[in-house]
T-cell receptor, first 113, second 113 residues
Framework: DTEVTQTPKHLVMGMTNKKSLKCEQH?????MYWYKQKAKKPPELMFV???????INESVPSRFSPECPNSSLLNLHLHALQPEDSALYLC????????????FGSGTQLSVL | DQQVKQNSPSLSVQEGRISILNCDYT??????FLWYKKYPAEGPTFLIS?????DKNEDGRFTVFLNKSAKHLSLHIVPSQPGDSAVYFC????????????FGKGTKLSVKP
């Protein structure tokens, strides 16, 4: 199994909603990542978890809250988002944090109304 | 300020010919470079990488060339196939923190039969 699975694939939410994005991998990878990609822009790193501990938070607003319940799962909790947060949210994993191959999920296309 | 630049948003090539995708970078600290390929509705997938101690890396039809003095790298695909049609992202990182990828904006390659 060499997949990173993200759910849901599409999400529409209002600015007062609370929702969560989920990511799962069963490759035994110990590093997991959230990236954000807006249209016609490159993916931008948001968070890195290494061995279930938050290693990097790239100055992401607190309305995005990551969680790593175990080594296979990564969540991104969303609350009080703004329309400009609409984007494709990509999850990725790698064997270790310092490993060049990232395996990406298909992403969640998020629209904030 | 973009540290990784892909100045050609799109490239169209005939099947069987060579595709050359270019990437420039500004940060001289970068020591590892990667190419990712992305199909619509899928996450990026790792294609090929090169360390700054090398100037060429080859994997089948894909070759990446690195010119450190010019801060330039290129991806050559020979021969190009219609299935190669995708968006290609150049990415760079440094200091062994290969999870902190800085992506370019991508080049959309279309290979025509």
């Amino acid at each position: 199994d060499t997949e990173v699975t993200q759910t849901p694939k599409h999400l529409v939410m209002g600015m007062t909603n609370k929702k969560s994005l989920k990511c799962e991998q069963h490759m035994g990878h110990r590093a997991m990542y959230w990236y954000k990609q807006k249209a016609k822009k490159p993916p931008e790193l948001m968070f890195v978890y290494s061995y279930e501990k938050l290693s990097i938070n790239e100055s992401v607003p607190s309305r995005f809250s990551p969680e790593c319940p175990n080594s296979s799962l990564l969540n991104l909790h969303l609350h009080a988002l703004q329309p400009e947060d609409s984007a494709l949210y990509l999850c990725a994993s790698s064997r270790e944090y310092q490993n060049e191959k990232l395996f990406f999920g298909s992403g969640t296309q998020l629209s904030v109304l | 300020d973009q540290q990784v630049k892909q100045n050609s948003p799109s490239l169209s090539v005939q099947e069987g010919r060579i595709s050359i995708l270019n990437c420039d970078y500004t940060n001289s600290m970068f020591d590892y470079f990667l190419w990712y390929k992305k199909y619509p509705a899928e996450g990026p997938t790792f294609l090929i990488s090169i360390s700054s101690i090398k100037d060429k890396n080859e994997d089948g039809r894909f070759t990446v060339f690195l010119n450190k003095s010019a801060k330039h790298l290129s991806l050559h695909i020979v021969p190009s196939q219609p299935g190669d049609s995708a968006v290609y992202f150049c990415a760079a990182t440094y200091g062994g923190s290969q999870g902190n990828l800085i992506f370019g904006k991508g080049t959309k390659l279309s290979v025509k039969p």
